[in-house]
């Protein structure tokens, strides 16, 4: 008898999220805020037997705007590579290991 659950694996990209915020180490990109444009890619995936029609089991998306907005506006990170590991801590942590993989793809940075 074969007893082995099928695992169904699927991927959402939030696409060209944008917010002006303070990121880089020269003094004038400290001085005012950049358009910093993103995409943010989760990558879910569930025994067959746990997917179900409910927002309880997976990831509230409605959530994740407000919270890239907070992290990168009172972050005020000198490196953007340092953005995108505090994002995915606190995206993974907002996901409670519903996620299993999160990229973050810088999409435009705009340079004052």
């Known amino acids: 008898m074969n007893t082995s659950k ?3 694996t699927y ?3 939030l696409s060209r999220f944008s917010t002006n915020c ?9 001085e005012i805020p950049q358009p910093l444009e993103l995409e943010i890619e989760f ?4 025994d067959s037997d746990q997917c179900f029609d409910d ?8 959530i994740v705007p407000d919270l ?4 990168l506006t009172k972050g005020k990170f000198q490196l953007i590579e340092t953005a995108a590991d505090v994002l995915s801590s606190v995206l993974m ?8 993989q999160l990229s ?7 340079i004052i």
Do not use: M, P
């Not at 990558?43 to 569930?46: A, K, N």
């Not at 942590?93 to 299993?100: D, E, L, S």
């Not at 973050?104 to 705009?110: E, R």
């Open 6 to 8: 099928s695992r169904s």
């Open 11 to 13: 991927g959402i990209k």
């Open 22 to 30: 303070i990121v880089g180490i020269y003094e004038e990109e400290r």
């Open 43 to 46: 990558l879910l995936s569930f």
């Open 55 to 62: 927002i309880d089991q997976t990831i509230d998306y409605s």
């Open 68 to 71: 890239l907005e907070f992290v």
């Open 93 to 100: 942590g907002y996901c409670r290991k519903k996620a299993n």
């Open 104 to 110: 973050i793809d810088q999409v435009n940075v705009d």
